[in-house]
């Protein structure tokens, strides 16, 4: 699979995560910032994967987000360490 349909189905997860009105405002504004990270296209992937993986762990690891957001973070950032 091509690495824009890869960043495009992350960006799906994090659109996902950032419309859900039971996940914390921070985490919410926190995924699209790392949205904005990957589909900035003047940045090598490999930085902007870096990048991306870096503020996930930081919002994963908030002990305010519900179970399902962490979950869902986790899979986003797997699916991020396929394209590094």
Known sequence: MPTDEK???ICDGLNMLSEDNSIP???RRGAESVKQILLKDSDPIDLRVASAVSTLDELANDPNIPLHGRTL????MSRLE???
């Not at 973070?73 to 986003?76: A, D, G, K």
């Open 82 to 84: 396929e394209l590094a």
């Open 73 to 76: 973070i986790w899979n986003i």
């Open 7 to 9: 960043i495009e189905q």
């Open 25 to 27: 405002r921070n985490i």
